[in-house]
């Protein structure tokens, strides 16, 4: 009998498409938005030492993720994505996690109430902690020091010392995030999430907002017809009392993905376990870059931010190198143009995909696109273009036999005061009141909530 050589074992452990590859084939592509650590053998050493630490999740969570996608592709599910901007250590505690986990309950029982489908609960955290810029370097008063590119990295203070890239820092984030997911799947798994007991997710400081008691409403008539299932059945619906939850982030600093690749037993091909859903920035979709070949190995499914200068034939492209086999489930294409663009832009995009008959998910993040600075000088996004942006994407999915089915959103459960208008007509000069965000504007909470009863309710006008 011939024996098999290792290679011939490798290759049958992989999947199709992807003969070859390895977590570190990227290290021969360009790679963009990388932090420029001045000691490279403190760098390897704490690679060597994240290589031998436990991953964040596990193969079997990101393949019935994978699988909610895919329903969610068919129509059957409805994706929720959302989160903070920029994570950073401070926050790692219970209160803030607490609360945002808050939110997503809230607005994912809006829509299960409003579109009649399960939603699919994705946390843009414990693990957002790398940022893309726009230059490596920030220059203040005449003085020029690295740009923060997040706390996985680097620290926001303008000083020589906290600008330098830290690989310490790795070991850092992996803890962070390593205690708040297990914070989430702690709270999950013991009833947070029950739907006996919505008034647990309420957050004190909204008492005041005019959407307080329409969602008391709502989680009123929920509940009643959740009582009246358990008398007409007899038996308590268990399984109301947990939901699955899912993290997700920008998977950026690829020295640190690489050392949480891994293949798992009884799994073929590769999986990235520091998050369940990792996502490509539009910063980093070159076709030949380091990030699209990293991803190209991955068992993960994917997430492709799609802004207003990708065109239908680097789309195309996308997909042919990240999704060979047509795998359902395998992307979901978060598309970002702004308000402005989105009608011009977005009808050749989901036409290019038609034509190719590739799967994909397709889910609206109305805030990147519509980011904008004050007189003042504060960086914010404007609440009726978050909405504009949304119900436009809806509409424009539904007119060229498309399916919008998600939304993407930066938000928090803090009182802050980040973008303007919504249910209290935040104005420029509230912004001051309670602006802590140290990246990018976020939805309070209201916004978020108000936001999800309006994607009920275009949707409705539709059918």
């Keep these: 009998m011939n024996s098999i050589s290792d290679q011939q074992v490798q ?38 030492e994240l290589s031998d630490l436990p991953p964040l999740v596990t193969s079997w969570e990101i393949l019935s993720l994978k699988e909610q996608i895919a329903q969610a592709q068919e129509g059957n599910r409805f994706f929720l994505q959302g989160g903070d901007c920029a994570e950073n250590f401070k926050e790692c505690n219970s209160e803030v996690i607490t609360n945002r ?5 809230q607005m994912s029982l809006a829509l299960t109430h409003g579109l009649q489908k399960p939603v699919v609960r994705v946390g843009r955290f414990a693990g957002q902690y790398a940022k893309p810029r726009s230059s490596d370097v920030e220059t203040r008063d005449g003085v020029t020091l690295p740009s923060y590119r997040g706390d996985l990295v680097n620290s926001v203070e303008f000083t020589p010392q906290a600008r330098e890239p830290d690989p310490r820092r790795l070991i850092h984030g992996h803890a962070s995030s390593s205690m708040t997911m297990n914070f989430v799947r702690a709270l999950v798994d013991g009833g947070f999430a029950d739907l006996h007991h919505p008034e647990y997710w309420n957050l004190s400081w909204v008492q005041h907002s005019p959407l307080a008691d329409e969602f008391q409403r709502l989680a009123d008539s929920l509940g009643r017809a959740v009582n009246f299932m358990e008398t007409i059945s007899g038996r308590r619906a268990g399984v109301l009392k947990r939901v699955d939850f ?30 369940h859903f990792p996502w490509i920035g539009m910063r980093t979709a070159d076709l ?17 931010k799609v802004g207003p200068t990708v065109d239908a034939g680097m789309l195309a492209g996308l997909l042919k190198i990240l999704n060979p086999e047509s795998e359902p489930g395998r992307i ?9 663009s989105i009608e011009s832009r977005l009808p050749p995009l989901i036409k290019a995909v038609q034509d190719m008959g590739s799967p994909v998910l397709w889910v609206c993040d109305p805030m990147h696109g519509n980011t904008e600075t004050t007189s003042s000088g ?25 399916h919008l089915g998600g939304t993407h959103l930066e938000l928090t459960g803090e ?25 990018d504007p976020r939805l309070n909470y209201e916004q978020a909530l108000e936001l999800a009863m ?3 309710s275009k949707f409705e006008k539709l059918n």
Excluded at 288 to 304: K, T
Excluded at 385 to 400: G, K, P, R, S, Y
Aim: glycine letters at 6%.
């Design 11 to 48: 290759q049958l452990d992989e999947e199709p498409g992807k003969e070859g590859w390895q977590p570190s084939s990227w290290q021969s592509r360009k790679a963009k938005q990388q932090a420029n650590y001045p000691d490279q053998s403190a760098l390897q050493s704490v690679l060597d």
């Design 101 to 105: 986990l808050k939110v997503l309950l």
């Design 246 to 275: 899912y993290t997700s982030h920008e998977a950026l600093h690829l020295h640190y993905e690489q050392a949480l690749t891994r293949k798992v037993p009884r799994q073929k091909g590769w999986f990235c376990l520091t998050t």
């Design 288 to 304: 030949d870059g380091a990030h699209v070949e990293y991803f190209r190995g991955l068992r993960n499914p994917i997430g492709i």
């Design 332 to 340: 979901v294409l978060i598309h970002r143009m702004g308000v402005s």
């Design 378 to 402: 504060i960086k914010t996004r404007r609440f009726r273009n978050i909405m504009n942006e949304t119900e436009t994407a809806i509409e424009l999915h539904h007119q060229f036999g498309s």
């Design 415 to 439: 009182d802050v005061t980040e973008c303007t208008g919504g249910a209290r007509n935040l104005n420029e000069a509230d912004l001051k009141r309670a602006y802590k965000s140290i990246v």
């Design 454 to 456: 309006l994607i009920v």
